[in-house]
C-alpha cells in the first residue's frame, strides 16, 4: 500500500520538477565580446504637432519596428546601433484654423499620413545577475527623418477637402529605456521594458514598450 501510494505521487512529484526547472533562472554565459542583434516592435502614443499650423497638436498611438545589434564590451556595458521605421495614417488634428492665401479663414480638421525612419547608437548597462533573467538600462542618440504626406484640411461641414502642401524634417532625438532581459538556450535573448523618447521637431515626446527577440552570436 505504502508502495502503491508513491507511485501514484511519482507523476506529480516529476510534474511539478520539470515545471520548476523551465521557469528557474539558469546561469548564462558571459556576454562580454559577444554580438546581439534582434528585431522588434514598440508600440505606445505620440505627441504630434500638425504639419499644417504649429498651434494644433494630437496624441495618437503609433507603433515602429526596429532592427538593432550591439556588442558586449563586458558583462556589464555593451554598446551598438539600432534602425527603426513607423508608419501612422489619416493622423487627425482637430479645429485648425487656416488661412488661405486671399486672406480667407477655414475651420476644420487636418488628416496627414506620417512616416518615420530613426537611426541612432546605443549604450547599455545590463546588470549582470549572473543568470538568464537580468534588467538592462539602455540610452540612444541619434537622428529621425520625419514626413507629413497626403495632408488635407477637411473644413467643419463641407463635403470637400483641400490638399496642403507636405512637410519633411530630420530632428535630433535621445531616448532611455528600462527593460527586462532573458536569455533562453544560450544563444536567444527575449526583452520587454518600457521607455520615452525626446526630440525638437513635430514629435516632441513618445512613450513605448518595446519586445524584441534576437540571437547571441
Known amino acids: ?17 520539470v515545471l520548476l526547472a523551465m521557469v ?9 565580446r559577444e554580438l546581439y542583434t534582434l528585431v522588434g516592435y514598440q508600440p505606445g502614443v505620440s505627441h504630434l504637432r500638425s504639419p499644417a499650423s504649429s498651434d494644433a497638436a494630437s496624441t495618437v498611438y503609433a507603433g515602429a519596428f ?34 488661405s492665401a486671399d486672406g480667407t479663414t477655414s475651420r476644420g480638421d487636418v488628416f496627414a499620413d506620417h512616416f518615420g525612419f530613426g537611426f541612432g547608437a ?15 538600462f539602455e540610452l540612444e542618440a541619434g537622428f529621425t527623418i520625419h514626413d507629413y504626406g497626403n495632408v488635407v484640411h477637411v473644413p467643419t461641414g463641407a463635403a470637400y477637402r483641400t490638399a496642403l502642401p507636405g ?12 527593460i527586462l532581459e532573458y536569455r533562453f538556450r544560450n544563444y536567444w535573448v ?3 521594458g518600457v521607455g520615452v523618447q525626446v526630440e525638437d521637431g513635430r514629435m516632441p515626446w513618445s512613450v513605448f514598450v518595446p519586445f524584441r ?3 547571441i552570436w
Do not use: C, Q
Not at 1 to 12: D, H, K, Y
Not at 167 to 178: A, K, N, R, W
Open 1 to 17: 500500500m505504502w508502495a502503491s501510494a508513491r507511485s501514484s505521487r511519482l507523476p506529480a512529484v516529476l510534474g511539478v520538477a
Open 24 to 32: 528557474a533562472p539558469n546561469r548564462a554565459k558571459a556576454d562580454r
Open 66 to 99: 526596429d532592427l538593432t545589434a550591439y556588442h558586449g564590451l563586458s558583462n556589464t556595458f555593451h554598446v551598438g546601433g539600432r534602425l527603426r521605421f513607423s508608419r501612422s495614417a489619416d493622423v487627425r488634428f482637430e479645429a485648425i484654423d487656416l488661412t
Open 122 to 136: 546605443l549604450a547599455l548597462y545590463r546588470v549582470d545577475t549572473g543568470y538568464s533573467l537580468a534588467p538592462v
Open 167 to 178: 512637410v519633411s524634417e530630420t530632428v535630433v532625438h535621445g531616448s532611455g529605456t528600462l
Open 190 to 192: 527575449a526583452s520587454a
Open 213 to 215: 527577440l534576437g540571437r
